[in-house]
């Protein structure tokens, strides 16, 4: 196993979990040269570092989950000078035919970086997006609660007894609010009307903490996200909320991304082909980063409706005879384009063609 030459050329992979990480070496061929588990510690990783320079000169090294599991494990790779590709788990055929144990995918992950199959760099999340990224993370979260408790506070309205019911119906959603912060429920919960006065206070005091949960860090997410990518916040229909989302899709890096095509699949603004026979066509992709494409859709919305431009190309194409749905793909992907040379800082006009459509 160690006869190894220290001057040769070998690939790595690593399995990702919580509690340890498995690594393996193979040669360029693919053969499999070693493996080891590693625990999920500093030392650990620095083991690990250790280990693999054992095998000789380490070109790539494929890791699962970049991300999540295995974003501290990156973090170091990458600031040892190794270079980091992220590694897909095998697919269900694969894994079908050859099983399933941490070696095994320890070593499919090492081939498919020694083969250039596995080529997508991971992002750094050592910058300023990170940052506006885990404070998303909690924004989005509290949003989603406050949600789940208007439902709610709004269900209990419709069923509470008549005199409570009375009182809170027809009133709009922060006036709702209001009002059941100033109710007084008397101390016998017993009697269904008290009871139905606690429990809507009880929701009206959930809702006010959540939205200040909310506000609070807005300032913040303004801040980070214009800093990080004024570029981005100058374009037409392009709000904060959109602005961040498409920043952390793109991450720290976004160098990382070979090109813009590239990155409208990442968003999945790439259009798929669906010709057959005499029917040639392109359908919306189902892929991609699903929140990045909900933010290309709610910049496109934006446009259709107060850019003048786009009104113009919405029409001209609808004369054509496409349908609405392929004019918001056909947008979409433009879009994506326009945020790609943004986001890179390229200062080089867009073709003329893209800056007539948007």
């Known amino acids: 196993m160690t006869d190894q030459q220290p001057e040769a050329e070998v690939f790595a992979g690593v399995d990702t979990h919580t509690d340890t990480h498995h690594a393996a070496v193979v040669d360029p061929l693919g053969r499999p040269v070693a493996d080891r588990a590693f625990p999920t510690t500093t030392q650990g990783y620095r083991s690990l570092l250790a280990w693999l320079d054992a095998f000789g000169v380490v070109r790539t090294v494929g890791v699962e989950c970049t991300g999540s599991y295995g974003a501290g ?20 055929g694969t894994r079908h035919a050859r099983g399933k144990s941490d070696p095994i995918d320890a070593y499919a992950a090492a081939r498919a970086a020694a083969s250039g199959r596995a080529r997508a760099v991971p992002k750094s999340r050592t910058g300023t997006v990170e940052a506006l990224r885990q404070l998303r ?91 990080a990518a004024p570029e981005v916040i100058a374009l037409f229909g392009v709000g904060t909320e959109t602005a961040g989302q498409l920043l952390v899709t793109a991450g720290d890096n976004p160098e990382r991304l070979r090109s813009e095509a ?4 990442l968003c999945g603004a790439t259009p798929v082909p669906a010709s057959s026979g005499r029917t040639d066509r392109h359908r919306l992709s189902r892929g991609g980063d699903r929140q ?20 113009a190309y919405v029409a001209r194409r609808s004369q054509q005879g496409l349908s609405k749905k392929n004019i918001i793909r056909c947008l979409k992907r433009f879009i994506a384009r326009e945020v790609y040379h943004a986001l890179t800082h390229a200062r080089a006009p867009y073709p003329a063609s893209t800056a007539r459509h948007l």
């Open 73 to 92: 494990l990156t973090s170091v790779l990458a600031t040892a000078g190794l270079m980091v590709v992220e590694a897909n788990g095998p697919d269900r």
């Open 262 to 265: 590239a990155f409208a699949a």
């Open 137 to 227: 993370v909690t924004r989005a979260s509290a949003v989603k609660a406050r949600v789940q408790a208007m439902n709610q506070l709004i269900s209990l309205r419709v069923t509470a007894p008549e005199p409570l019911r009375q009182s809170l119906t027809g009133l709009p959603r922060t006036a709702l609010v209001s009002t059941c912060l100033r109710l007084r429920p008397g101390a016998d919960l017993t009697d269904p009307l008290q009871a139905a006065r606690f429990a809507v206070r009880q929701l009206g005091r959930r809702i006010r903490a959540l939205t200040e949960e909310i506000d609070e860090p807005e300032a913040h997410l303004k801040a980070l996200t214009t800093a």
């Open 292 to 311: 990045a494409n909900r933010a290309l859709h709610m910049i496109t919305v934006v446009r259709m409706r107060y850019c003048p431009r786009t009104q």
